[in-house]
């Protein structure tokens, strides 16, 4: 039998197997920092508890910004055009870049992101994605750390939205489908 919250949702990660996963991400990225700063860099809204769970997991010294782009009008398909939201603060030219990200599906967000920072010349540009998607992969791109690859389902929870809602849902559960879908 599946787990499921108290809303009637089924739970595909549970909070503790995030946190689990997110200690053995921040670990990592701590063992490749190799000492070096850290600029970290949230894509909203979506990626905001990832953030804040990773950079807590992270043993050096980071510093945080955001950017917001759209992708996804306000249902599950994407529109494929994404356009930047809002930019970034501070600068990262010779900067440590780790550009974190709720879900890596179709790949045409971070790899519009990834050429828009690339283009100011950071030191080292990696992607951390809580989620990924690679059967849904349009766009030639990677994350050099991912929490869980998962199949086409579509999921809520854990920063992840479904027309703006669900986001603070502690665990990453599966969008029911409506009747007749
Ligand atoms: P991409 O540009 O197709 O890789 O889309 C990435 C963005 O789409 C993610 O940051 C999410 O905001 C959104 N997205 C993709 N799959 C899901 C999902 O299953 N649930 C919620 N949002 C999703
Ligand atoms: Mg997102």
Do not use: W
């Amino acid at each position: 039998m599946p787990t499921v919250t108290n809303q009637g949702l089924e739970v595909l990660y549970s909070r503790q197997q995030i946190a689990e996963r997110v200690a053995e991400m921040g670990a990592q990225i701590t063992r490749d920092l190799n000492g070096e700063r850290l600029v970290m860099i949230g894509v909203l809204k979506g990626a905001a508890p990832f953030l804040a769970d990773l950079a807590r997991a992270i043993h050096a010294d980071a510093t945080f910004d955001f950017v917001a782009v759209s992708s996804y009008g306000s249902g599950q398909r994407s529109s494929g055009a994404v356009k930047l939201i809002k930019d970034l603060d501070q600068p990262i030219e010779g900067k440590n870049v780790l550009v974190v990200e709720d879900i890596l599906d179709t790949g045409l967000t971070l790899a519009y992101l990834r050429k828009l920072f690339l283009q100011q010349h950071p030191k080292t540009l990696r992607i951390a994605a809580l989620l990924d998607k690679p059967s849904r992969r349009i766009e030639n791109i990677n994350a050099d750390y991912v929490g869980f690859s998962i199949p086409n389902l579509f999921v809520i929870g854990y920063g992840m939205d479904y027309a703006e809602r669900y986001r603070n849902l502690p665990d990453i559960c599966l969008m029911p489908s409506a009747p007749g879908e």
